[in-house]
């Protein structure tokens, strides 16, 4: 059976395909530390209601807490040490101060996310679709599409 659209979704972290049939909805996940995974939605066990849901971006959050700890970590060890060699975990705490930093600057445009969200007729799960590294109009262009096969398919 021929797709009827796909979409795709890039985040540091996760690469989401999402292939449209006329009864579903495949979606493939690539993520970067835990591999591929495929998953299958009914689109007959989804409402056609659009919900939109902005959520903070983990990893930046993540990030933020790193950054300002290992900051923290390295002062205390700096005023310990009255100016002298910091040794292991100066370096240690500087290390991962700069790595974080980078991480913040890298996540800062993705501080939120919107995502589209069809909730299912019953039970749990449902249809998530993000606003990550596409332009908005190819983004509505897509959810539109499912919203509307959505209410062409039979309840499931």
């Given at each position: 059976m021929e797709p009827i659209a796909t979409y795709s979704e890039r985040l540091p972290e996760v690469r989401r395909i999402f292939t449209l049939y006329p009864d579903r909805v495949v979606v493939e996940a690539r993520w970067l530390w835990r591999g591929r995974f495929q998953t299958t939605v009914l689109l007959g066990a989804l409402k056609p209601e659009v919900r939109r849901i902005a959520v903070r971006y983990r990893l930046h959050r993540y990030a933020g807490w790193a950054f300002a700890?290992?900051?923290?970590?390295?002062?205390?060890?700096?005023?310990?040490?009255?100016?002298?060699?910091?040794?292991?975990?100066?370096?240690?705490?500087?290390?991962?101060?700069?790595?974080?930093?980078?991480?913040?600057?890298?996540?800062?445009?993705?501080?939120?996310?919107?995502?589209?969200?069809?909730?299912?007729?019953a039970g749990r799960g449902g249809l998530d679709i993000g606003f990550a590294g596409n332009d908005a109009a190819t983004f509505e262009a897509f959810v539109e599409q499912v919203r509307r096969q959505i209410t062409r398919c039979p309840r499931a």
């Open positions: 700890l290992s900051l923290l970590g390295f002062a205390a060890l700096f005023y310990q040490s009255k100016s002298a060699a910091l040794g292991g975990l100066g370096i240690l705490s500087v290390a991962v101060a700069v790595a974080s930093g980078a991480v913040l600057m890298l996540t800062y445009p993705i501080r939120r996310i919107v995502f589209a969200r069809f909730d299912p007729r």
